[in-house]
Structures are given as C-alpha cells and as structure tokens.
C-alpha cells in the first residue's frame, strides 16, 4: 500500500516559469517531510525538507508547502531553470521508516 | 570528500549465487539504509541500521542480508532466496537515526542484473 503519492508521473515546463510537484500522503502520523532530487545514475539528492508544525518552508528557488488537513505537500520551483530537469521524490517519515513517493519527472524546456 | 560510496556500480548474478554489494560512509552518520528501487516504484526500505551490531528489517527484507560490524560499512547481500533481485539498489546515512528530523543521503547506487 503506497503511503506517500506522486499521480504526476511527469511535468514540463518553460524556463523561467514556477514548476510545481504535488505530492499527497495517507499517514496522519508522518512528522517530517522531504523533498529528493534525482539524475539519471546517481543517488537522490536532499533539497528541502519540512516539519509537521509548518506550513511552508523556503530555500532560495525552492519552496515546500504542507497542507496536513489534506495531507497534501508541494514543491515549487521558481523560477525554473534547465538544470532542475531531473526527477523530483517526495518522502515522509515517522517513527523509524522513511517512505518514497514513486517520483516525477521534471523536464525544463530552455 | 564526505560523502557514501557505493560499489560496484554495475553488478551481475548468476542463478543460484550470492552477491554482497558494498556501502561506506566517512560522514560519521550512525544510521544507515538500504533501499531497493524498480521502474515506475518509489524506494523501498530492505533493512536499516541505527547503531554498529544492530540492524531491523524493512519492508522487502526477505532474501536479504546484512552485517554492521563498522559504523562507516553496511554490505547487503542479495541471497539466492532472492527471487527478483534485480533492481537498483541504494545505500543511504543519516546523522541521529530515524528519528530527529535528519535527512538521508544516498549513495550512487548499485544495479544488479541476472544473468
């Protein structure tokens, strides 16, 4: 049973636009949550994370909203720039386990 | 550089063998993880250690092993009790285990094909 969903299995968008990557999760129990960037042969890297006692997280471009009422997070991207293509994982945890949205593909078009 | 080293980066098993894929981390974390990833899935937990001597399994622990005899090492071995095991396989570390509010990074991953 997946915890944590990415419906987008892709998004496209023009350089310089906002991207946005919606992630939703069941488990009112998840306390922290984690945005990973991945390219293609290499691990996933940490961009930004969120604790359950926020709404909205910035760091630089990136920004991470938490809506728990809808269990629902998102990552925006503004403004978006060709080297952000890469394939975006949500995550959340709780307790001891972490667990992976199935990622979205984010194509920048220059 | 601090970092987590994965290797090899391509591996190939042949029916009925073992294979042990290597993970080290000069980060100093204490906790690390392995992670097993096939098209179209996100990563699933196959064990997790939070200290030298201890590990708990994950989700998709069956035909997996693992040892922790050194905090920087976490070899997973991919048994021949492993129906499917070919996928890409991550190695991660965080600094207070599963719990406090600490990311993980990951390794450059392995990936297992049979042949």
């Known amino acids: 049973d997946q915890q944590v969903k990415q419906n987008s299995p892709s998004l496209s968008v023009q350089e310089g636009r906002i991207s946005i990557l919606n992630c939703d999760y069941t488990n009112s129990m998840f306390d922290y949550f984690l945005w990973y960037k991945k390219y293609p042969a290499e691990g996933p890297t940490f961009l930004i994370s969120i604790s359950s006692i926020k709404d909205k997280n910035e760091d630089g471009r990136f920004t991470v909203f938490l809506n728990k009422s809808a269990k629902h997070l998102s990552l925006h991207i503004v403004p978006s720039q060709p080297g952000d293509s890469a394939v975006y994982f949500c995550a959340a945890n709780t307790g001891n386990q972490f667990y992976f949205g199935t990622g979205t593909s984010l194509t920048v078009i220059p | ?115």
């Open chain 2, 1 to 115: 550089d601090g970092g987590i080293t994965q290797s090899p980066k391509y591996l190939f098993r042949k029916e009925g063998q073992n294979v042990t894929l290597s993970c080290e981390q000069n980060l100093n974390h204490d906790a690390m993880y392995w992670y097993r990833q096939d098209p179209g899935q996100g990563l699933r937990l196959i064990y997790y250690s939070q200290i030298v001597n201890d590990f708990q399994k994950g989700d998709i622990a069956e035909g997996y092993s693992v040892s922790r005899e050194k905090k920087e090492s976490f070899p997973l071995t991919v048994t021949s009790a492993q129906k499917n095991p070919t996928a890409f396989y991550l190695c991660a570390s965080s600094m207070a285990g599963l719990r406090g509010n600490q990311p993980q990074h990951f390794g450059d991953g392995t990936r297992l094909s049979i042949l």
